[in-house]
């Protein structure tokens, strides 16, 4: 006769035990939704290099949205691309821009819907970098003025939350002076506090057409050998009035999302970025993975590891199958 006491294996019965006692759950309102905005009317071209991924004019990216709520998403994060550049990115923070025109039509069409405007400048500007450049040098403090001006402008097109994700420093604290000065006290900062300098985010630059004219972003963007760094990084946002902490890329970095998670009271966000999509995408194309499955067990692992929230362009499927289930 067994000896056994301890058998794991009797909750692991039945899809019905498994969901009994399972750990780490997703939700509809976990997700947040990408879009890639341009000019013109009724653009939807894909990103070639993320498939099911598109830039919108203004109209399809309100259609999109909208779509988005009906199906159950509640927010939706906004990258824009700008008709023209130049090198103080005037696009990120002129009113007629296309993160604020895309934010007004948002609102407009759905109100109830969760708008956060990505806060940075390697879109507009014309050598691709995330602030001024001087002599091939990205300068920190003049950049501020420009990034905090973003924000500002994005509030006053219905923004939501501000996402600054340049990785200048102090830019959080920037940020919430510019904000509290001009009576947008109540718009929330979810900064991009641990942002590394990562390979995973090849397609974006092809979807925001950002990628760098000289160099790259290493000098500001972080080390992916470093732990101990993100803990600084997300200590100062912490300390300078951000209201969500992020760390971006996800699945390549949980140690860090478990990390900063577990030393901080905010509300976690996780960005399952364009490299990590495409992957899976192009493994399920050739018919190696299950795509459906990997999508949800990856999903599930960022949010075991800590996230709150996970922007991610899998997430009109993933409310899908969440609705299927």
Wanted: aromatic share 8%.
């Amino acid at each position: 006769m067994s000896d056994i006491t301890n058998r794991p294996r009797r909750l692991r019965r039945s899809e019905t035990l498994r969901s009994l006692v399972r750990e780490a759950r997703l939700a509809r309102e976990d997700f947040i939704l990408p879009l890639f905005v341009c000019a013109g009317s009724g653009v939807r071209r894909e990103v070639s290099s993320m498939p099911g991924v598109f830039n919108l004019s203004v109209d399809e990216a309100m259609r999109e949205a909208s779509n988005a709520f009906e199906l159950g998403l509640r927010a939706v994060i906004l990258f824009g691309l700008p008709e023209a550049k130049d090198e103080i990115a005037s696009g990120a923070y002129a009113e007629d821009g296309i993160v604020q025109q895309a934010a007004r039509a948002v609102k407009r069409s759905v109100p109830e819907m969760l708008v956060i405007a990505d806060t940075c400048l390697c879109e507009y500007t014309s050598h691709g970098h995330c602030g001024v450049v001087r002599r091939g040098e990205v300068l920190n403090d003049e950049s501020l003025e420009l990034i905090a001006r973003t924000a500002v402008s994005q509030a006053q097109a219905g923004a939501d939350i501000v996402a600054p994700s340049a990785m200048m420093d102090g830019q959080v604290g920037a940020i919430r002076e510019a904000l509290d000065n001009e009576g947008f006290d109540q718009i929330a900062i979810m900064s991009y506090a641990v942002k590394y300098a990562s390979a995973f985010y090849g397609p974006f630059r092809e979807a925001a057409d950002s990628a760098p004219s000289f160099g790259d972003r290493r000098a500001y963007q972080m080390d992916a050998a470093n732990a101990r760094e993100a803990m600084r990084e997300a200590e100062l946002d912490y300390t300078e009035g951000a209201d969500i902490l992020m760390v971006k890329p996800a699945t390549a970095y949980l140690d860090i999302l478990k990390m900063v998670r577990d030393r901080f009271d905010l509300p976690m966000a996780a960005y399952h970025v364009s490299g990590e999509y495409a992957m899976i995408k192009a493994a399920a194309e050739r018919g190696w993975i299950d795509e459906r499955r990997v999508m949800l067990e990856t999903l599930t692992c960022i949010k075991r590891a800590g996230a709150d929230m996970i922007i991610t362009y899998y997430a009109q499927e993933a409310v899908r199958a969440i609705n299927q289930s």
